[in-house]
């Protein structure tokens, strides 16, 4: 059987130090050997199978170096695939296994579909007859989650974007379909170029700015800033020591510890956060920890999420109280923590004052509510409640690959636009671009255009 | 009704309309003995709405009829009273054909093509029911008796399936244009399983050309340069009629408004299913009501009458309502209406029921195309004609089945939307429809399918030497433009200047300079002193090869991606229900479809790309259980 070649995260994402990107196919070596630079300088296609190489990727564009990374060489047949495979092991972490994988589909690599390694193996005759439901099972499995996922970011910033760009495609499309299906109707605008031409240029410039997101954008290099506030001692610095699931802060019961800024950067259920752990917020003598105070207001201004946290076991304070006022024009989640001791404060209080904002408690101490806390911050962001800057968040790998292309189709429109081809051989591209972008939210339906086309124009006999 | 053995053919095409004319001229050049039983002879070919053939889209589909030997394009050739290529300003994938119809002369010039194609047979009568034997179609018997045998039967009844005609709050029992309805044909394919669906359709009134007042109506006139449909036309009518256009106005609007609640449309006295396309006058102004006007054209049905085909005014308002409809138009104050506008509700077959060759799926040897699959439009109805027509010959005879893909023509477009997707509306093609529309040019319909044509039987040696000659001219040519150099000298220069291009600095391949947008072949010819004058077609078919080569290509990149997926087939026999890992929708949805290849199993709305893995994946484990070990 003859097949292109494919790639994906071979690691579950997120979790661990090292993650891995499988590249299966005939043309696997040459592209690992397009973007990997090893000290010696050699290449990997001279190299003896099943052979392990330290080195860095670069992109082959700018000569950019993105990754320090282990390869793992194998050639065909004694593979999983029973193709020729590189696996590349990169830093865990969202980030810099996403940026490996997007320069690998750069470089030609398709994105694999949920288990088509599997699936390969199979019909390479690597996995036997009596395991094929398992692999059907499998694909079915896999693609059911990342359907979830997808589902997930459909509703969010990115897919409202991508839903902005594609109607004004669209509409322009149906203009155009109008144009070469009604030749004679007068009331619709003839579609010109330089009309084309300007579309396609702002879909480009948005398209360009995600990019940007992806690659060295504010959110995916520093992640979304995520300020950890509230009176001393409350647990802020146990919060983010949760968050980290490491001991980054250093956690006392003397109030105060903390005395300057901690960031750390995690991930949680997807969304890249630079936490900011701050020193308790109050008036106070130690001169030190005041300019720490100070700093701790100054953060708090420039943050995109807040989780100000409050102790269960005290009644609210002034403090706190002013503290409610200082962020209550922003994105917050009160966290109540120390629920394991006896209850103090008054909840529904802190409810009114919050108002529509989403109250979590936790027990930092018996590791109670951080699921509920992370499931809070990814429903925020991934609603698009959240507005990071003006960016929205693209990291998924097949998101950014399918940019790429959305990205060259639009170009090509453009270039066309330049050189006088006629409007409807332009629309191909853009079509096409509309078409990309539908992919990227999932949104393939084909009727699309055709519902357009008779709701924005009066047409008939 | 006392029954009689009234004849056995090989092929048995019911229905004359422009599906069955195709299907019945198509199966008796293809060899098969082939009998056209039609309920009313004078009837062939009947345009029961706009005297018009082709436009955009569907006057390729006339091309494609032509270049796989179908009759359409010949015979509009011969009978039409205007011919226009419209959309000439835009690129060359879309321009397209369209003529203004001598309605009777039209009807006439099919009959004669018809009686005159030897292993045809033509006749009167009405089918009622069909002759099922072991789940196979072997025959049908007609209203007065006669049982006629056969191997394959195209029914191709249009919209008379169980038709009504609405207007205002009348319904009456009805084909179209006051024809007697089928019935009984409805009932018979009822009971033996079909699923149907209502459609619903319209038409405008007509009036006499006398009562209209030209002098407020613009002229439509026809293309001064020769035209036609057909890759063997040679005479060309130059004496054309003009179209007129004239608009409705507020007054139009405020008469449909005050009589909204008369037409049947609204008073919820339609329930079929309307195209979107072709909206009645009364949706136009209800859906778009900011509109001040809407267009509307006069046509000429013919140079024999005085009729005038009202375009745009399509509706089932009661007739007192279209007379003021009329008045308020102008040039139309006057206008005396000889036919009312009325809407038409009918059966329409769910052409899922159909495999890609236009069989019935449960009924062996049944074939049915036109505007009984769910269409609309008479070269939609044409182009299903003639491959049923083909394929039931084919299966007749023992050939090949002839499908054609999305990549080949409009009509494989539109029947593969037809049995793999179906319909909720009249379908109507339109080139948005077709991925690959910058291959399936009205230009080129003879490059995509004499070949074809002539492998199957349609197309004569003579043509088809005549089409390999033309095909090497091409050739030639273009392998001579991209060999031949370009110098910059005067000459070059003050034509590249004059075009309003910008001067060579160096030599150029003469295939390059083609490519600059103000270039055209015949300033090519004049710098590169060809011998042979080449005709227009030729030189046609190189500029569009080398000026649109980087689209062109890009186009067949995609096919190639296509066409692995097409040769991906699914076996007849696969039961999806026994696939663990197929989405409970995608199962169903397969097994209604039963799509041949891969390709077209990935189409289905509610398939999606895990399920076609997981097919993938089936498929080649039933391959490798059956290689012996
Ligand atoms: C009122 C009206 C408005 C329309 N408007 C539009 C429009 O706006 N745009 C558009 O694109 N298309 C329109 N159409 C559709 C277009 O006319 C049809 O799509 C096209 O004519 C269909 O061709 P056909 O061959 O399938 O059917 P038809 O042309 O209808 O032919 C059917 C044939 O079957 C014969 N027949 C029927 N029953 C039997 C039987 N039991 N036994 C023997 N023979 C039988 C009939 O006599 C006839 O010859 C309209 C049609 C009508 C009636
Ligand atoms: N009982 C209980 N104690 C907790 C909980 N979370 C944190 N603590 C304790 O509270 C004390 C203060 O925790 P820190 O995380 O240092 O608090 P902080 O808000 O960072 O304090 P400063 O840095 O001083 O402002 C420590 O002794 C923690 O062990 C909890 O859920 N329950
Ligand atoms: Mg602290």
Known sequence: MEFDTIAAISTPSGEGAIAIVRLSGPEAIGIADKLFRAPSGKQLATQPTHTIHYGHLADPWTEEVVEEVMVSFMKAPKTFTREDVIEINCHGGIVSVNRVLALVLRAGARLAEPGEFTKRAFLNGRIDLSQAEAVMDLIRAKTDRAMDVALNQMEGRLSKLIGTLRQALLESIAQMEVNIDYPEYDDVEEMTRPIMLEKALWVRSEIDKLLQTSSQGKILREGLSTVIVGRPNVGKSSLLNSLVQENKAIVTEIAGTTRDIIEEYVNVRGVPLRLVDTAGIRETEDIVERIGVERSRKVLKEADLILYVLNYSEALTEEDERLFEAVRDMDYIVVINKTDLPQKIDLDYVQQLAGDKLLVTTSLIEEEGIDQLEEAIAELFFEGQIEAGDMTYVSNARHIALLHQAHQTISDAIEAADLDVPVDMIQIDVTRTWEILGEIIGDTADDGLLNQLFSQFCLGK | ?629
């Not at chain 2, 709050?169 to 007697?180: A, K, T, V």
């Not at chain 2, 054609?404 to 029947?415: F, P």
């Open chain 2, 1 to 629: 009704m006392p029954q009689y053995e009234a004849g056995t053919f090989d092929v048995i095409v019911v229905g004359a309309g422009h599906a069955g004319a195709e299907a019945a001229l198509a199966s008796a050049r293809m060899g098969a003995k082939t009998l056209v039983l039609t309920m009313n002879l004078d009837m062939i070919a009947f345009m029961p709405c706009n005297p018009s053939i082709g436009g955009p889209a569907k006057g390729i589909v006339v091309r494609e009829i032509d270049a796989l030997g179908g009759a359409m394009g010949r015979v509009i050739d011969k009978t039409h009273i205007q011919m226009r290529m419209l959309n000439t300003a835009k690129g060359p994938a879309v321009r397209a054909l369209r003529a203004q119809a001598d309605k009777v002369l039209y009807q006439q010039e099919m009959k004669r093509l018809m009686e005159e194609e030897k292993n045809l047979t033509l006749h009167q009568g009405i089918a009622e029911k069909l002759v099922v034997e072991d789940g196979k179609v072997t025959g049908l018997i007609t209203q007065v008796g006669g049982i006629y045998r056969a191997k394959s039967v195209v029914i191709t009844t249009g919209t008379f399936l169980r038709g009504e005609i609405i207007i205002g709050d009348l319904r009456y029992s009805s084909g179209p244009n006051n024809q007697q309805p089928s019935i009984k044909l409805a009932e018979n394919l009822e009971e033996l399983g079909f699923e149907t669906v209502r459609f619903k359709t319209g038409t405008p009134p007509r009036v006499n050309s006398n009562s209209i007042d030209y002098s407020k109506t613009e002229i439509q006139p026809g293309d001064e340069e020769p035209r036609a449909f057909s890759y063997e036309t040679t005479e060309f009518i130059m004496d054309q009629l003009p179209c007129w256009l004239t608009y409705t106005n507020e007054k139009t609007h405020q008469i449909i408004d005050e009589n909204l609640h008369l037409s049947p449309m609204y008073s919820g006295m339609i329930k079929g299913t309307g195209p979107r396309y072709c909206p009645s006058i009364e949706d136009k102004v209800v859906r778009f009501n900011d509109k001040p006007r809407h267009q509307i054209f006069l046509e000429p049905e013919g140079r024999n009458t005085r009729e005038v085909y009202v375009q745009g005014l399509s509706t089932s308002l009661p007739e007192h309502v279209q007379r003021k409809l009329l008045e308020s138009i102008p040039g139309l104050e006057k206008a005396e209406m000889m036919r009312a506008g009325y809407a038409i509700e009918y059966d329409a077959i769910v052409p899922t029921q159909l495999w890609p060759t236009l069989e019935s799926k449960q009924l062996e040897n049944l074939y049915t195309a036109g505007q009984i699959n769910g269409t609309s439009g008479y070269e939609e109805a044409a182009g299903q004609g003639l491959m049923a027509g083909i394929n039931a010959a084919a299966k007749v005879l023992g050939k090949e089945e002839v499908i054609l893909s999305r990549s080949d023509a409009y009509i494989g477009v539109l029947i593969d939307d037809l049995v793999t997707k179906g319909t909720n509306e009249p379908y109507r093609l339109l080139t948005s429809r077709a991925e690959y529309r910058l291959l399936l040019r009205h230009d080129n319909a003879d490059m995509r399918l004499t070949e074809l044509g002539h492998k199957i039987g349609m197309i004569s040696d003579e043509r088809y030497a005549k089409f390999l000659a033309k095909k090497d001219r091409i050739e030639v040519e273009i392998k001579r433009l991209r060999g031949m150099m370009i110098k910059p000298n005067d000459i070059t220069q003050q034509l590249i200047r004059d075009a309003g291009g910008s001067e060579l600095k160096d030599g150029i391949r003469a295939a390059d300079l083609l490519k600059r947008p103000e270039m055209t072949y015949d300033m090519i010819a004049q710098l590169t002193a060809s011998e042979v004058e080449l005709e227009d077609e030729v030189k046609e078919q190189v500029e569009i090869h080398i000026k649109y080569e980087g689209y062109i290509e890009k186009s067949l990149q995609q096919v190639a991606k296509l066409k692995k997926m097409e040769d991906k087939k699914i076996p007849e026999n696969i039961d999806y229900h026994s696939i663990s890992g197929l989405a409970t929708e995608a199962r169903g949805k397969l097994a209604e479809v039963r799509p041949l290849s891969i390709a077209q199993a990935s189409r289905i709305s509610g398939v999606n790309p895990a399920d076609i893995s997981i097919l993938l994946v089936y498929i080649e484990q039933g391959r490798i259980a059956k290689i012996p070990s």
